[in-house]
């Protein structure tokens, strides 16, 4: 039996740090497998700190 996978993290949010670290353009082109890990784990990273800043401001 196959796991559907959830994502964490929504699509737009994902666009959105990848438009601040200058990779939105490898994702328009060739999707979300071409981007190399380095850059994915920059991309977690920056949602784990809005993250941590969103639960700091309440």
């Known amino acids: ?5 959830r ?3 929504s ?3 994902k666009t959105e740090i990848a438009k601040e670290l ?3 353009d490898i994702i328009k082109r060739e999707g ?3 981007v190399p890990s380095r850059d994915c ?3 977690v990273r ?5 993250a941590e800043k ?3 401001d309440k």
């Open 41 to 43: 784990g920059n991309v």
């Open 7 to 9: 994502s964490i993290m």
């Open 46 to 50: 920056k949602a784990i700190e809005r």
């Open 32 to 34: 979300w497998g071409s």
């Open 22 to 24: 200058g990779i939105d």
């Open 1 to 5: 039996m196959a796991r559907s996978r």
């Open 54 to 56: 969103s639960l700091s």
């Open 11 to 13: 699509e737009a949010l």
